[in-house]
């Protein structure tokens, strides 16, 4: 017997809001068609709950009880004074910049639509001006299929940037790519980003989720970036995400790693009411390299998941993952991490480790990692901790004259200051920090 499953209002909500929208979202048939499929597919699945194990400790289906509308009101009460408040630390990096309000690319805020060896621009623009073949492809996410939130994604998604980096090029700067949230009208917001690094070339990229102070308190964000490392080429990417308000942030990567490629990730999270950071990562030739970290600031009730997969599909390639939590009051962290390696990938070297310092007793860390081996001439390992501040480290500090609020913020930055090192540019590591310290600072005692 076929028992029918009652579809949520949120569910519901999404669905309506594709069949309002459809006819106005950007694309041809070829991506209208993608799309089509895609709510389908949302439909069928519905919201991830906790009886699917990979959301187990985040019941989507539980969280989100309503839909809001996608946006895309008229972004141009917001100035470039407002970007540069919005941006905070950011702002004060030397970057090409490419902006986007309420998911929307603003031009006159924008810089970086003309770099030596950079070809920039927007989703909605490819997406509409290119061939059924190519819109298609960008239509297409890769990834798991049977997710629903990057299905839910490629069904609404509005805009984003498309950011082809030449063969060889060397980028002077860091590209910046800033959604910024504005306005007294809470929205839904559908982005996706499209990274491909050319064979041998070098960039940094970073991608900011910020808010412009005053902004309503309510919001729904599903970004998803698909990163494509070509051989030999060495890419950053940095994500920044904070906020102080009751915002839900869904994001996925996507990335594919070429042969004697380097891929360095760092995401900094904070503020959202719920965050789901998804990675993952699939190796495409043999001597790719992949390092993967993050810091995560959690206090009320906010609950933070970062959950990722790294697929070591071929032989001879290195992983590495270090996150760290700092959780107070009734927040919650969670991290999932899996590292698959195939049969064929012999001489895989991969290593994973997920911290969190508690500093409440009523906050909650959950991590589940994880080793899913099919070879035997491998190095593979991973752990994870949880702890408190020492009180005799703190009591040290203080006997030293240092007083208790900023001794406990000094062991707190120490504690992240080891995920955070792993940027090796250095006003990129001074920024992260700034963020941390701006967080601690407005911590209770």
């Not at 994001?251 to 999270?269: K, L």
């Not at 901790?385 to 208790?404: E, H, K, V």
């Not at 940027?423 to 590591?429: A, D, I, M, T």
Request: aromatic content about 6%.
């Amino acid at each position: 017997m076929n028992v029918a499953v009652m579809k949520t209002k949120a569910e519901q909500g999404f669905t309506e809001q594709f069949d309002k929208a459809a006819a106005t979202l950007p694309g041809s048939d070829a991506v209208r068609a993608v799309r089509t499929a895609a709510i389908g597919k949302f439909a069928s699945l519905g919201l991830p709950h906790r009886r699917i194990e990979e959301w187990k400790y985040t019941d989507l289906r539980a969280a989100l009880k309503d839909t809001l509308p996608l946006a895309g009101r008229d972004t141009s009460a917001v100035t470039a004074a407002d970007v540069v408040v919005a941006l905070g630390p950011l702002a004060q990096v030397e970057a090409h910049r490419i902006i986007f309000v309420n998911g929307s690319y603003r031009a006159d805020l924008s810089d970086g639509a003309k770099i030596a060896g950079l070809d920039v621009t927007t989703l909605a623009a490819a997406l509409a001006s290119s061939s059924d073949a190519a819109a298609h492809t960008l239509a297409t996410p890769t990834g798991p299929d049977n997710d629903a939130t990057i299905a839910l994604n490629t069904a609404l998604m509005t805009d984003g940037a498309v950011v082809r980096i030449a063969p060889d090029a060397k980028i002077d700067k860091p590209l910046l790519i800033a959604f910024i949230r504005a306005g007294s009208t809470a929205e839904l917001t559908v982005v996706r980003n499209v990274i491909v690094a050319g064979e041998g070339s070098t960039a940094t990229v970073l991608e900011a989720h910020v808010t412009v102070p005053g902004a309503v308190l309510d919001g729904q964000l599903n970004a998803l970036t698909e990163v494509t490392v070509g051989d030999r080429a060495a890419l950053t990417h940095i994500k920044i995400a904070v906020d102080d308000n009751k915002t839900v942030h869904l994001a996925n990567w996507n990335v594919a790693i070429g042969a004697d490629a380097s891929y360095r990730g760092f995401q900094f999270t904070s503020g959202q009411a719920l965050t789901r950071n998804q990675i993952h990562a699939v190796y495409r030739g043999e001597g790719g390299k992949f390092d993967l970290s993050g810091a995560f600031l959690v206090r009320g009730t906010s609950h933070v998941d970062t959950t990722l997969v790294v697929d070591h599909a071929v032989p001879h390639c290195e992983s590495r993952e270090l996150f760290k939590g700092v959780l107070d009051d009734a927040g919650r962290g969670v991290f999932q991490g899996k590292i698959i390696v195939r049969p064929d990938a012999q001489k895989t070297d991969g290593k994973q480790m997920a911290q969190a310092l508690m500093l409440s007793e009523n906050c909650e860390f959950d991590s589940k990692p994880e080793l899913e081996i099919y070879a035997d001439d491998v190095v593979c390992g991973h752990g994870t901790t949880t702890a408190q501040l020492d009180d005799d480290l703190l009591f040290y500090c203080m006997s030293r004259g240092i007083p208790r609020d900023e001794a406990r913020a000094l062991l707190i930055d120490s504690f992240i200051g080891e995920a955070i090192d792993k940027v090796e540019n250095e006003s990129l590591r001074q920024v992260l920090t700034d963020y941390a310290t701006a967080w601690l600072r407005s911590a209770k005692a």
